[in-house]
């Protein structure tokens, strides 16, 4: 599976961005993970593609909504208010297998990976 990150940018705190994450082929499983510079891989958010619930890191919970379109073969992060904290590369990950929701978080549980793309947001 390849996956194609894109949508990053720089922008102003309090402002929106959309992030979109192509998939060569649809899995079962689908996150996004942020990396800022001197810090470990984190979660941010993720989704079954067959659809249900979607789960969230608490730093972003009620900003961010991840999202799938089915047409497009892509998975969405709607980004919004913004934070300077929330800088960082952000990668869109995918694993063939449903990923039971305590494994969500973990970024060993993905087997796919995206190049990532950069989010810059300024004070």
């Known amino acids: 599976v390849q996956l194609q990150a894109s949508g990053g940018g720089l922008v102003q705190a309090g402002g929106s961005l959309r992030l979109s994450c192509l998939a060569s082929?649809?899995?079962?499983?689908m996150g996004w993970f942020r990396q800022a510079p001197g810090k470990e891989r984190e979660f941010v958010a993720a989704m079954w593609w067959s659809g249900g619930n979607t789960y969230y890191a608490d730093s972003v919970k009620g900003r961010f909504t991840i999202s799938r379109d089915n047409a497009k073969n892509t998975v969405d992060l709607q980004m919004n208010s913004l934070k300077p904290e929330d800088t960082a590369v952000y990668y869109c990950?995918?694993?063939?297998?449903?990923?039971?929701?305590?494994?969500?978080?973990?970024?060993?549980?993905?087997?796919?990976w995206g190049q990532g793309t950069q989010v810059t947001v300024s004070s």
């Open positions: 082929r649809r899995t079962f499983t």
């Open positions: 990950a995918a694993d063939p297998n449903r990923v039971i929701v305590s494994a969500l978080s973990d970024f060993s549980s993905y087997d796919y």
